[in-house]
T-cell receptor, first 112, second 114 residues
Framework: QKEVEQDPGPLSVPEGAIVSLNCTYS??????FMWYRQYSRKGPELLMY????GNKEDGRFTAQVDKSSKYISLFIRDSQPSDSATYLC????????????FGDGTTLTVKP | DAGVTQSPTHLIKTRGQQVTLRCSPK?????VSWYQQALGQGPQFIFQ???????QRGNFPDRFSGHQFPNYSSELNVNALLLGDSALYLC?????????????FGPGTRLTVL
């Protein structure tokens, strides 16, 4: 079983919809929770990160972490066609500063 | 300010050959991590270099080796290539010594092994 599970989708929504992306994990040592966006033929780009539990908001993006359930989410409000990409969750513990463990990504298409 | 750069962009090799991939970190960064991303999967950590030494290593065989130079640039070497080594190889740079050291990824090198 993988340390991080992510629904691969694909996910297709109309412009303006609220998008919910999720990951579950098994290693309770994870302390940093990141969301990356990856466009085709590009490297991943960090959207936001959260340390420990709680919510974090940045513009149209909200990240939630529930450590008791080992469940993390990314919400995108008022989705735009430019949000069409693959979204990767990534987790890291306090000791392995360089090693991020990634989910396999969810491919999102936002239709105009 | 140049971000992380990688070369070459694409590479085609045959089984058994050896390959070297190169990475220049973002200006001001001193740490380089390498990841392998197979098609349809998330990146998998190969290893990290800091102060010209391998600091951490993921679950990859010894065929995968690396090097970091005094200017912080890095190379990834893969020997005895297998078909399963076909993937996008990503380099990520960061600055050590912070509570959260954000990794900036390069565009990757796409390796095809025939």
């Amino acid at each position: 079983q993988k340390e991080v599970e992510q629904d691969p989708g694909p996910l297709s929504v109309p412009e303006g919809a609220i998008v919910s992306l999720n990951c579950t994990y098994s290693n309770s040592a994870f302390q940093y929770f990141m969301w990356y966006r990856q466009y085709s033929r590009k490297g991943p780009e960090l959207l936001m990160y959260t340390y420990s539990s709680g919510n974090k908001e940045d513009g149209r993006f909200t990240a939630q972490v529930d450590k008791s359930s080992k469940y993390i989410s990314l919400f995108i409000r008022d989705s735009q066609p430019s949000d069409s990409a693959t979204y990767l969750c990534a987790l890291r513990d306090n000791t392995n500063a360089g090693k991020s463990t990634f989910g396999d990504g969810t491919t999102l298409t936002v239709k105009p | 300010d140049a971000g992380v750069t990688q070369s070459p962009t694409h590479l085609i090799k045959t089984r058994g050959q050896q390959v070297t991939l190169r990475c220049s970190p973002k200006s001001g960064h001193d740490t380089v991590s390498w990841y392998q991303q197979a098609l349809g999967q998330g990146p998998q950590f190969i290893f990290q270099y800091y102060e010209e030494e391998e600091r951490q290593r993921g679950n990859f065989p010894d065929r995968f080796s690396g090097h970091q130079f005094p200017n912080y640039s890095s190379e990834l070497n893969v020997n005895a290539l297998l078909l399963g080594d076909s993937a996008l190889y990503l380099c990520a740079s960061s600055l050590a010594g912070q509570s959260y050291n954000e990794q900036f990824f390069g565009p990757g090198t796409r390796l095809t092994v025939l």
